[in-house]
């Protein structure tokens, strides 16, 4: 019997090469690059919620972080973090942590989140301008933990034409002007937001040798009262004084910048210091409601006048992080109930 036999197995030569050489047509081909398409297409949003669901969970480890180092410092001085002086003044590592320190929040709370030596830069120095170059290294240096991953990486952000900081209190108060420094991404809940506990500028008493002569009296008729947060001008809140319960008020969380400002440090909220004492960078109110980041948006343009809108917010798509005075952490949706969140914001309202 004759077998009949393809003609590429029975030579095995060129016809057959030529087949195995053809591969797949151009319509296989198209196909293929279309289903690779639409996997990535598929598999890229769920990528993209894995990295910020990421960096949301690093933003709030941090923030937990911070509110702990708070809670160390109110039973190690008796008092949270003071929020110092001023917008233009940072701190001094020779003058505690009282009312007598300039700086704000962040430094006095250094030495209670592993950042002792970063504070202490300059201390014990009596030349003063020594003293102020061991400054500009404290105002230089990023901080890691005061920035959410989902907005910004750690750095150096250039500072306005115009701003000096008073970076040495004593023995002689000193005025640098460094073209950049740290900033952060976490303020302090100084309070409500609502009159006579509203947000009054930057501004104090300077220098240290004159400041230090001035009555409490004579700090608020120039600068305002007490507000009912935690921390405010030259603040000295005990946890004794959170009478609205430390799980029901604020302590400190993520607040809102114009995302299309940051590189270029023109934004009112966020223009000065990391270290800097009592300023728009480090405190937030509760009268006006959480934002998501987007440019070109100014909250004092929607809500304006006093108080001054600080608000809170986030690039977090839904709700920004706030660490309570329990040093508890939670998620609060930018679309919280004003009077909630305004409730929350104050120690002592009886709400």
């Not at 598999?43 to 919620?49: F, I, V, Y």
């Not at 170059?133 to 990023?142: E, G, N, S």
């Not at 998501?292 to 006048?305: L, N, S, V």
């Amino acid at each position: 019997m004759t077998r009949l036999v393809p003609d590429c197995m029975a030579n095995r030569g060129d016809r057959c090469r030529g087949r195995a050489a053809a591969g797949m047509t151009l319509v296989e081909l198209l196909v293929v690059v279309a289903i690779i398409a639409s996997l990535v297409g598929l598999l890229l949003p769920a990528t993209q919620s894995a990295r910020e669901a990421a960096r949301r969970t690093h933003c709030l480890a941090n923030l937990k972080q911070l509110a702990l180092g708070a809670r160390a410092h109110e039973q190690a001085r008796g008092a949270f973090p003071s929020g110092g002086w001023g917008g233009e003044w940072t701190g001094d590592p020779d003058r505690g942590f009282d009312q007598r320190q300039p700086g704000g929040w962040v430094f006095n709370l250094l030495p209670w989140v592993e950042q002792a030596a970063l504070r202490d830069l300059g201390a014990g120095l009596t030349d003063p301008e020594a003293k102020a170059d061991a400054a500009i290294v404290r105002l230089t240096t990023p901080l890691p933990l005061a920035v959410c991953p989902s907005r910004r990486s750690p750095g150096l952000f250039p500072t306005n034409v115009g701003i000096e900081f008073w970076v040495v209190a004593v023995p002689t108060s000193v005025k640098r002007a460094p073209a950049e420094v740290a900033r952060g991404d976490y303020a302090a809940n100084m309070g409500g937001g609502t009159r006579p506990n509203n947000y009054q500028g930057g501004a104090s008493f300077s220098p240290a040798a004159y400041a230090d002569r001035m009555t409490e009296a004579r700090w608020q008729a120039n600068f305002g009262p007490p507000t009912d947060g935690l921390v405010f001008r030259r603040s000295q809140v005990r946890l004794k004084d959170v009478t609205d319960g430390a799980a029901n008020t604020y302590l400190v969380g993520e607040k809102y910048v114009d995302p299309a400002r940051l590189a270029t440090g023109t934004f009112e909220d966020d223009d000065q210091s990391l270290h800097s004492g009592f300023d728009r960078d480090v405190v937030r109110v509760g009268s006006v409601p959480p934002y998501r980041d987007r440019a070109g948006f100014d909250p004092k343009d929607t809500h304006g006048g006093y108080p001054v809108p600080l608000a809170y917010g986030s690039a977090h798509p839904d709700a920004c992080g706030i660490a309570m005075a329990d040093g508890s952490v939670r998620p609060v949706e930018y679309a919280i109930d004003p009077a909630v969140h305004r409730s929350l914001s104050s120690r002592n309202d009886g709400q």
